[in-house]
């Protein structure tokens, strides 16, 4: 199996999402990691949420499919839908070839930065997928 990326300048979830952190304050871009994509292996849909949609920390934003499994998506940060990876509807395998680039998935505006601090580190989620 190919060596995971997990980018030190990043923040995850327990659920394989990831947090960007973006040069507008109070915005990140999410996506799910490349422990997860590799996992999932060929992923065929995306279901994301439309622009303007709010979540609180943790709901299911939507769905992602692969030809083995569907599972959900949860949001890592509360806050609300800006900006929807369009890409992804046409051509959902930039998941596979890019999560961290073109295969990050929504642009949230974030309710409460302080949440920021209750997802993991690179290195308490390179420590959680040692594990599985």
């Known amino acids: 199996m190919a060596e995971t990326k997990v ?3 990043l923040r995850y979830t327990e659920e394989h999402e990831y947090v960007m952190e973006t040069d507008s304050e109070g915005e990140v871009i999410v996506g799910i990691t490349d422990f997860a994509q590799n996992e999932l292996s060929d992923i065929v849909f995306v279901e994301l949420p439309d622009v303007g949609a709010s979540f609180s920390r943790m709901e299911s934003f939507g769905t992602i499919e692969a030809v ?9 940060l509360s806050g609300k839908v800006i900006g929807v990876n369009d890409s992804l509807e046409e051509e959902p395998s930039l998941i596979n070839t890019d999560p ?3 295969g990050w998935m929504v642009r949230l505006s974030i309710k409460d930065p302080s949440e920021l601090n209750q997802l993991l580190g690179p290195d308490e989620y390179t420590s ?5």
């Open 128 to 132: 959680l997928i040692a594990e599985d």
């Open 68 to 76: 083995k499994a569907v599972s959900d998506l949860y949001i890592p």
């Open 100 to 102: 961290y680039g073109d």
């Open 7 to 9: 980018p030190d300048n």
